[in-house]
Every structure is written in C-alpha cells, then in structure tokens.
C-alpha cells in the first residue's frame, strides 16, 4: 500500500516535497515511481528511482528542477520539487514496480507499474 503526500497550493518558483510512504518489508526491492495527471490530460512519467537509488529517470519536463529519492529505511520515496511553474499542476502519484527496465522508455509507461497510491494534489499558480 502505498500513501503519498506533501502537495499544496504554492507559488510559481516555489518549491515542494512530496513524500510516499510504503508499507511491507520488501520496500528496497521495489522500483519506485512518480507520475502526474493535470486535468483533461493523461497520466505522464515524472521519475523513477531503483531500489539502491543508483538510478534514476526524469522527464525532460522536469529535469534539473525535479529529484527523486528514497530512504529504504523508513519505506519512503520522495519527490522534491524546485523552481515550480504552473504547469506543474497535477495530481501526482506514486507507483511501485517489481520488475527492472533496460531503458528510460520502459520506466516511463504506467502499465509497468504493479502499485500506486492514492495521489496528492500540487497546484502552482502564477
């Protein structure tokens, strides 16, 4: 089960952190998400993180703005968010994937994901 949060209402250039929190023992051997789905849009890839943190994935969108990371002992992946703009605006989720991907494209498609959360809410306004 995975439960995230962290989302609010900010500024443009503001900065967020958004949490997911994971239950179960086998955390580490879990690739770990994030996606995001503005309204009237479809889900898109934000990043993802393997399970030693060793690599990671970022959409063009959000490179160098964006850093995904985790804490495997506290069950928790983290999503921080820099430099925000309103078209950041989203319900953002969080997806966990048993399997390991061999390139950026794979880790960018939802249906790979076994788990997902409930989704937090980021609006941005300018």
């Known amino acids: 089960q995975l439960q995230a949060c962290g989302g609010g209402l900010v500024q443009a250039g503001d900065s967020l952190r958004l949490s997911c929190a994971a239950s179960?023992?086998?955390?580490?051997?879990?690739?770990m998400g994030w996606f995001r789905q503005a309204p009237g849009k479809e889900r898109e890839f934000v990043a993802r993180?393997?399970?030693?943190?060793?690599?990671?994935y970022y959409a063009d969108s959000v490179k160098g703005r964006f850093t995904i990371s985790r804490d495997n002992a506290k069950n928790t992946v983290y999503l921080q968010m820099n430099s925000l703009k309103p078209e950041d605006t989203a319900l953002y989720y969080c997806a966990a994937d048993q399997g390991a991907v061999a390139a950026q494209a794979e880790a960018e498609r939802a249906t790979i994901y076994d788990y997902w959360g409930q989704g937090t809410k980021v609006t941005v306004s300018s």
């Open positions: 993180i393997s399970g030693n943190s060793a690599t990671t």
């Open positions: 179960g023992s086998t955390f580490s051997k879990y690739k």
